[in-house]
């Protein structure tokens, strides 16, 4: 990242959760060993930047998995200290958040500041009211599993690989939402819940199976539909309530399932309807991508908030 604009982004893609059929802690931080240096590597080669010239080194300090997160913290710290250049602690969550004004070339709309984000990924479910990059207010987040979780594990279910969003996402397209009822969660105020439609999916779908045999590969796209749609009712009428609340015109979409078509779809009709704006990063900045957090570190950068080298990573959500 140079002034704002992206020089490069390499996102290594761990294929050994799917493997395992979700995220095993150990293997993802020695896949994230195996990957840190050639992937470092490439992105400077790509970006044409020798790393003598590296003003600064921005690394996620959490929240997230404490194995990978630590692989990444050691390498930056390292680095910043061989350069001697300064490290910027970056937070995961407020990073997807960043996504929106990510500069590759490519114009398109972006929010102004203050806007309202959901932030949605396969660790947080958040409503998050931001002021600027470095002024952000969580307003809502969720009581139990995260949006991403919910489609994993229903994936799981139903013998899908991880991650399964994006496959819910695909077979949801061919299903009708209406061919099964789910639970719509009753949480007062902006907080989220997941954990009753993900209880009631899986209970709905071993239920049927042992009933009628090849239930769940048979009725594959009706399932997926009646549960995205579930975790979009719940997403949106969180969303129109805190809209409505904090009389807010602008609304960013952020996070893994942000890349949901569904989800996209549904939103941009919200936005007609409430008479707000809607954006949506580009898919490749919607799930985990460094560009996210280079972007986030050049503005605690610019604003001279240098993390010490003895920064730890932080595995939980903070503040
Ligand atoms: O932001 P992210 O890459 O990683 C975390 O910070 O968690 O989000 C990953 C999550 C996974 O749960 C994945 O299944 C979900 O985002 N996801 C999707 C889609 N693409 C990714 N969920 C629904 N529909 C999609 N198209
Ligand atoms: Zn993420």
């Given at each position: 990242m140079a002034g704002g604009r992206l020089l490069s982004n390499v996102v290594a893609s761990q294929e050994v959760h799917a493997k395992w059929g979700g995220v095993v802690p150990e293997l993802a931080s020695r896949a994230h060993q195996e990957h840190i240096v050639p992937?470092?590597?490439?992105?400077?080669?790509?970006?044409?930047?020798a790393k003598e010239d590296l003003q600064a080194v921005a690394f996620t300090r959490g929240p997230g998995l404490i194995g990978a997160?630590?692989?990444?913290?050691?390498?930056?710290?390292?680095?910043?200290?061989?350069?001697?250049?300064?490290?910027?602690?970056?937070?995961?969550?407020?990073?997807?958040?960043?996504?929106?004004?990510?500069?590759?070339?490519?114009?398109?709309?972006?929010?102004?500041?203050?806007?309202?984000?959901?932030?949605?990924?396969?660790g947080h479910s958040q409503l998050v009211l931001v002021r600027s990059p470095l002024d952000m207010e969580v307003i809502g987040s969720t009581l139990d599993d995260a949006a991403g979780e919910a489609f994993d594990n229903g994936a799981k279910v139903l013998g899908l690989p991880y991650p399964g969003g994006p496959l819910v996402d695909r077979h949801a397209r061919s299903g009708d939402p209406a061919s099964f009822t789910l639970p719509k969660p009753a949480i007062p105020g902006l907080d989220l819940s997941f954990s009753g439609i993900k209880t009631a999916f899986v209970?709905?779908?071993?239920?049927?199976?042992?009933?009628?045999?090849?239930?769940?590969?048979?009725?594959?796209?009706?399932?997926?539909a009646a549960l995205q749609a579930a975790i979009i009712d719940h997403l949106v009428a969180k969303l129109r309530r805190a809209v409505r609340l904090h009389n807010i015109s602008q609304v960013g979409i952020a996070g893994g399932v942000a890349a949901n078509s569904g989800l996209r779809h549904r939103l941009q009709e919200f936005g007609r309807r409430e008479g707000v704006d809607v954006f949506f990063p580009p898919l490749a900045y919607c799930t985990d991508n460094a560009a996210m957090i280079a972007l986030a570190?050049?503005?605690?950068?610019?604003a001279g908030r240098f993390a010490p080298l003895d920064t730890v990573p932080l595995p939980r959500l903070h503040g």
């Open positions: 992937v470092v590597q490439e992105a400077l080669q790509k970006a044409g930047v997160l630590l692989v990444g913290a050691c390498f930056a710290r390292t680095l910043a200290q061989a350069l001697q250049i300064p490290l910027l602690a970056v937070d995961h969550v407020q990073a997807h958040i960043m996504a929106h004004f990510i500069r590759d070339g490519q114009e398109r709309p972006q929010p102004s500041f203050p806007f309202l984000n959901l932030t949605v990924s396969g209970a709905l779908v071993q239920r049927e199976e042992l009933r009628t045999p090849g239930f769940r590969e048979n009725r594959r796209d009706d399932l997926c570190g050049q503005h605690l950068f610019a």
